[in-house]
């Protein structure tokens, strides 16, 4: 470490060198403690982002009590609000099994009531599961001799009975409901059959029935894919997932009845090729900005959650009141967006648009104007690196009419909720088991979670569902699949 001294001898000896010197020697200190305070800011800004005014997930947050929040608050009370439909157990009018609790003497006297007749009876039910058993069906086939030609002649078995002892489809079906429903490790899964049913089945038995059921649904998924291909409007987003000892990216396309999951190497445009929804989509496709999305030929919108927790980061990290307004503005919008489709509107009028259009772009150029493009340095190659901020304006000058999508097509929705709630289920599993073994488990994850989601969104029962594609019958949507 350089000390006092030393420190004012090198001063002395740049000042003896002349004014000149002396200048130099200011401007490269200036520069240096330039680029040092920006930095600083960019460090203190990267440990301040949280789920709070970034796409960072709740839960890498720290313990922190966020004083603000971007939903605005609502004026109803907490709980149930008055008026409202509740939900309770009903009786039903055909109980399974009627217990009668006697009466055997008068409370009163003590004498013996067994032989009067009962006068009334008070009832209270309840409602619970038997105790699970395994049920073993034998199946036997008939072998007949014809008394006229003598010929043997035998009855067929059942085509799901190929073996001489085997399990039935419903315990497979729970358990691949356990394990990819409600993504149990398979350890577990297997300990809960245990538990429940009083049967032991192998980890390889149940990854074997997971092979199964992904073959089983093979129809189903080409049809997914067909369908969300097809549609007006959809949801896409990726996420990256551990495979073994590498990176995977996990894709989706989702609509609100249909949920496509498929996985790649790669997160860009490569992927969004291999995997041929986007190449033929023709449709609004709801996404982050993610710039592999434009190289496509079809409309964008943008989510504007992710636009929201920017602009709550640069206000509250930068100071940019500018960000606040076009915060509030964009939710004002939504709102008046989602009063005009309760009354029955398909867009707003032409004049709220264009007030709305000018408010935008007013706040941003005030932005711009305070962020302004920094250039590079004359002594320095390459373009200079802009601030956050100023990316971020960039962004929403270049795709205002994505952002703003929402606003002049009422199908195009305000946020891609959608899409990281069909990825979510995703991250849960990885965190219970920490990664995907290979990349079979994860395309047999992606065709059998596909599946179940959809089911999910179409109103069906997902163990009824799952059963229903061992016997060799899946959810298919027949119309855009026969297309």
Not at 191 to 214: H, M, P, R
Request: aromatic share 8%; proline share 3%.
């Amino acid at each position: 470490m350089i000390t006092i001294e030393q420190r004012r001898k090198l001063a002395s000896d740049i000042y003896d060198q002349g004014r000149e010197a002396v200048v130099d020697h200011i401007v490269k200190l200036e520069l240096k403690i330039e680029s040092m305070e920006d930095r600083l800011q960019r460090i203190e800004a990267l440990l301040n982002q949280n789920s709070h005014n970034s796409s960072l997930p709740p839960s890498s947050d720290k313990f922190t009590k966020f004083s603000k929040n971007s939903r605005p608050k609502s004026k109803r009370a907490p709980g149930g609000q008055t008026g409202h439909a509740g939900s309770t157990l009903t009786r039903s009018a055909t109980p399974d099994v009627v217990v009668i609790h006697a009466v055997h003497e008068c409370t009163e006297c003590g004498r013996s009531l067994k032989k009067v007749t009962t006068t009334e009876y008070q009832s209270r039910q309840v409602m619970d599961i038997p105790p699970i058993n395994l049920t073993v069906t034998e199946h036997r086939v008939e072998n007949k001799s014809c008394p006229h030609c003598g010929e043997s002649t035998q009855a067929a078995f059942p085509a799901s009975v190929t073996k001489a002892v085997q399990y039935g489809v419903n315990l497979k079906s729970f358990a691949v409901y356990l394990m990819q429903y409600q993504l149990l490790a398979s350890k577990r899964a297997s300990e809960a059959i245990k538990d429940l049913v009083g049967c032991t089945i192998s980890e390889g038995s149940l990854f074997n029935w997971a092979i199964e059921f992904s073959a089983a649904t093979d129809v189903s998924y080409a049809s997914i894919k067909d369908h969300v291909a097809a549609a007006a409007v959809i949801h896409t987003d990726e996420t990256g997932i551990a495979c073994d000892t590498h990176l995977e990216w996990l894709h989706v396309a989702s609509t609100n009845d249909a949920t496509f999951l498929a996985a790649h190497p790669k997160r860009g445009s490569v992927a969004m090729n291999a995997i041929g929804i986007l190449p033929r989509f023709k449709g609004t496709a709801i996404h982050d900005m993610w710039s592999s999305y434009f190289k496509f030929d079809f409309k964008h919108g943008i989510c504007n959650a992710h636009i929201i927790r920017e602009l709550t980061f640069a206000y509250e990290e930068y100071k940019q009141r500018w960000a606040h307004k076009l915060k509030r503005l964009l939710l004002k919008i939504h709102d008046t967006v989602e009063r005009s489709r309760l009354k029955g509107k398909n867009s707003l009028d032409v004049r709220t648009l264009h007030r709305y259009i000018e408010q935008y772009e007013s706040l941003v150029r005030n932005g711009m104007k305070k962020n302004p493009w920094l250039r590079g340095s004359p002594h320095k190659r390459g373009r200079k690196k802009q601030s956050k901020v100023r990316n971020l304006l960039d962004r929403l000058h270049d795709f205002q009419e994505s952002v703003l999508a929402f606003m002049v097509d009422f199908s195009v929705p305000f946020t891609n909720n959608l899409a990281e709630r069909d990825l979510r289920m995703t991250k849960v599993k990885v965190k219970i088991s920490g990664c995907f073994r290979s990349q079979v488990g994860v395309k047999i994850y992606c065709r059998i979670r596909s599946y179940l989601s959809t089911v999910r969104k179409n109103g069906l029962v997902a163990f009824d569902a799952i059963a229903s594609a061992f016997n060799h019958q899946p959810f298919i949507f027949k119309q855009n699949y026969a297309e």
